[in-house]
């Protein structure tokens, strides 16, 4: 552990990029998104185009994990589904007017398979993250149905969780101020995409991203033996799981 210590401590090991914060976020983006919107009383399934990850395509079919994601790779159905939303992350802005002072807190790193407690300065970096929305129909009922939900549910600010090195991140996101909802209603009548009725939009998602100071890094009292299981959104219930064995009290 100590070696461990030292490693973050000259940079041998990027303590702030052992985790995708960002990754992360917008998955928990995504989850919240399918739970919440829905069409006829189906999820209406949101994703990211070349993700190269087959658990997405597994969850947007409801499989069950236990399936090998090689067995089933799914992308000639998800990229051809209808209704169907496609997520595009955008901009990455930091909110300098919104930094706050350094503070200290704990936070949980793999280390030879296990996770470790630490403790560090860290400041909280408040970011706003801009999602585009490519929303897919094959009527123009459904579509307008999206845009009522859409206004109905997005208007407004919306919250959601994360975790990201033992934490639990809050997140926010709404409707930009000026957001103009862009729908295409006509068709010529030629290929299957220019059939299908579109909406297109923008959400804003803002966090707080905690950024590590590697020379203040030191060990917590105890370790955490057993991974944490479950610490991922549910993407059922939109809960966090936390399951855990822990070995002098580190939480």
Do not use: W
Not at 48 to 69: F, R
Not at 98 to 119: C, N, P, R, Y
Request: aromatic residues 10%; negative net charge.
């Amino acid at each position: 552990m100590n070696n461990f210590i030292q490693d973050i401590k000259t940079n041998v090991i990027d303590v702030n990029t052992l985790e995708s914060f960002f990754g992360i976020l917008t998955k928990g983006f995504l989850f919240t998104l399918n739970k919440k919107l829905s069409l006829r009383g189906k999820p209406l399934p949101h994703y990211i185009l070349n993700t190269g990850d087959d658990i997405m395509y597994l969850e947007v079919k409801g499989h069950d994990m236990s399936i090998e994601p090689g067995e089933v790779s799914n992308e000639d159905f998800i990229y051809s589904q209808v209704p169907r939303c496609i997520v595009t992350p955008g901009s990455i802005t930091i909110l300098t007017d919104q930094l706050t002072a350094k503070s200290t807190g704990t936070f949980q790193v793999e280390h030879d398979g296990q996770l470790a407690g630490i403790v560090s300065d860290f400041r909280r970096y408040p970011i706003k993250m801009t999602h585009s929305l490519k929303y897919y129909f094959d009527s123009y009922s459904d579509a307008m149905i999206m845009a009522q939900q859409m206004i109905a549910n997005e208007a407004f600010v919306n919250t959601f969780e994360v975790s990201y090195l033992g934490q639990r991140i809050f997140c926010s996101y709404m409707l930009p101020d000026s957001e103009d909802i862009q729908k295409m209603i006509e068709f010529d009548g030629l290929t299957t995409d220019s059939k299908l009725r579109t909406i297109e939009l923008d959400l804003e998602v803002e966090t707080n991203y905690p950024v590590l100071y590697p020379a203040t890094v030191m060990p917590a009292d105890g370790y955490i033996k057993e991974t944490i299981l479950g610490t991922a959104i549910n993407v059922e219930t939109g809960e966090f799981k936390k399951e855990l064995k822990i070995n002098n009290g580190i939480t």
